[in-house]
């Protein structure tokens, strides 16, 4: 269930922000500076919510799904995951996020390894 909410979340995130303009070119300029002023404001958010709640599984997953989504930030997703991994060995929702990062990157072989145990911890994860 909650990786369906993440998904959501980028899903919903995506179609906002992805949409075709007939607008002249000024228009559109504004659009990507107001994009990447929400986009900025999210990172602060995500960060800030590790600080307040460093001990939080979840927050550093939140974090590392927004770096992974966010124009391909895979070390600092890759960081993120591996600090929720540290919180609880096996929170298997962090192993998948891990898992798809480490493809992305085309690391197949550690991609494969997280997956497996993404699956071992929650054998709903296919």
Same mark, same amino acid.
């Given at each position: 269930?909650?990786?369906?909410?993440?998904? =959501? +979340?980028?899903?919903?995130?995506?179609?906002?922000?992805?949409?075709?303009? $007939?607008?002249?070119?000024?228009?559109?300029? =504004?659009?990507?500076? *107001? +994009?990447?002023?929400?986009?900025?404001? =999210?990172? &602060?958010?995500?960060? /800030?919510?590790?600080?307040?709640?460093?001990?939080?599984?979840?927050?550093?997953?939140?974090?590392?799904?927004?770096?992974?989504? $966010?124009?391909?930030?895979?070390?600092?997703?890759?960081? *993120? +995951?591996?600090?929720?991994?540290?919180?609880?060995?096996?929170? /298997?929702? /962090?192993?998948? /996020?891990?898992?798809? $990062?480490?493809?992305?990157?085309?690391?197949?072989?550690?991609?494969?390894?997280?997956?497996? &145990?993404?699956?071992?911890?929650?054998?709903?994860? $296919?």
């Amino acid at each position: 269930m909650k990786i369906l909410l993440s998904l =959501s +979340f980028f899903l919903i995130f995506s179609l906002l922000f992805s949409g075709c303009s $007939t607008h002249d070119r000024g228009d559109e300029n =504004s659009k990507i500076s *107001s +994009f990447a002023i929400r986009v900025n404001e =999210s990172q &602060k958010y995500y960060d /800030a919510l590790v600080v307040r709640e460093p001990g939080n599984k979840e927050a550093w997953l939140y974090k590392g799904l927004y770096y992974l989504d $966010t124009f391909g930030q895979y070390e600092e997703a890759i960081s *993120s +995951f591996n600090v929720a991994l540290e919180l609880d060995p096996e929170y /298997a929702l /962090a192993w998948y /996020a891990k898992g798809i $990062t480490l493809s992305n990157m085309n690391r197949m072989n550690e991609s494969e390894i997280c997956l497996q &145990k993404a699956r071992y911890y929650d054998p709903s994860l $296919t």
